[in-house]
């Protein structure tokens, strides 16, 4: 039976050292760090996000500011509201909640926030900084990913990685992620030919497919390590692309659904905040200094 890998386990490490890195700021008489979230419209699964949010970030003692505007609200409004939060110097983060309602461009809308306080890493500018290695923001998924791996000092120089699924929100990224790390790395997608084949020679398997219990053992080298990003819903439950009772069998460490990823991302988010503040001591996930 392969290990399990507990992304509460994890999170709760991350979340130690953003309270540290918090209280030693109100110690000195500094300000918390303030996120300011902006909703639009009335989108079922992101009033539940900004309120898990708003919850997490009150643990944390993070300053979480809602903004909700009206399903009818003009793209100049929205991008105004966007241009207040940039110049306020209070505001430490932004986050702009996806999807917009359909009458909004979102580009032009993601355009509008200043990159330095992207801690979504969503326009533009940001997801340019980090392709190209600059500093910046980090995605907050495929940072999930890379924190897990990284948690249970998982090798990755010279191993084999096979990321299935090429979405720019978590494939693409991950990749990049990975061949940062020395990984050889290989991304799949629908179109990929004897999948099985590809994936069966991977020592870390990223699955990033939107297919509950699409991946059994068959796909699975032994030994491998498993990251399952997938969240789906069946059977009233949420599920993962893997089969985890099936793949856990033959897989060295795989991450459950839920329990896995999903545990860390929000997390993440808000650690992103806290290193956008100017006395940031350069540290990883963990609180160790680099």
């Known amino acids: 039976m392969g290990e399990i890998i507990d992304g509460k386990k994890v999170a709760a490490t991350v979340k130690e050292n953003i309270k540290e890195f918090i209280r030693s700021r109100v110690e000195v008489g500094n300000k918390v760090p303030t996120v300011a979230s902006i909703l639009i419209g009335d989108d079922g699964g992101s009033i539940y996000y900004q309120n898990s949010q708003f919850k997490i970030a009150a643990d944390l003692g993070i300053d979480y500011k ?8 003009t793209e100049e409004e929205a991008i105004n509201t966007i241009k207040q939060l940039n110049e306020d110097k209070g505001i430490n983060g932004i986050i702009l909640l996806l999807p917009l309602p359909a009458s909004l461009d979102e580009k032009k809308i993601i355009a509008a926030i200043d990159p330095s306080k992207d801690i ?13 290695g600059n500093d910046g923001f980090i ?9 897990l791996l990284d948690y249970y ?9 096979v990321v299935v699924g090429r979405s720019n929100v978590v494939g693409k990224p ?24 590809v994936c069966s020679e ?10 509950p219990h699409f991946i059994d053992k068959s796909y699975v080298k032994k030994d491998a390590v498993v990251i399952d990003v997938g969240t ?11 089969l985890f009772d099936d793949v856990v069998t033959k897989a060295a460490m795989i991450t459950p659904v839920p329990g896995g990823v999903g545990s860390l991302t929000t997390t993440l988010l808000f ?11 350069s540290k990883d996930s963990f609180g160790n200094r680099s």
């Open 202 to 211: 991977a020592d870390i398997l990223v699955v990033a497919m939107g297919k």
């Open 232 to 242: 789906s819903s069946l059977n009233g439950k949420i599920t993962g692309d893997v």
């Open 271 to 281: 650690l992103n905040v806290c290193e956008a503040m100017e006395d940031y001591d």
């Open 120 to 132: 979504d890493c969503l326009t533009d500018v940001s997801i340019g900084k980090f392709y190209s």
């Open 139 to 147: 995605p907050c998924t495929p940072r999930s990913v890379m924190t």
């Open 66 to 73: 809602k903004i909700n505007l009206p399903s009818s609200c």
């Open 174 to 197: 991950v990749a990049q992620l990975l061949l940062q790390k020395n990984s050889t790395v290989t991304i799949c997608h629908s179109r990929t030919n004897d999948l099985k084949d």
């Open 153 to 161: 000092n998982i090798p990755l120089e010279g191993k084999k990685a």
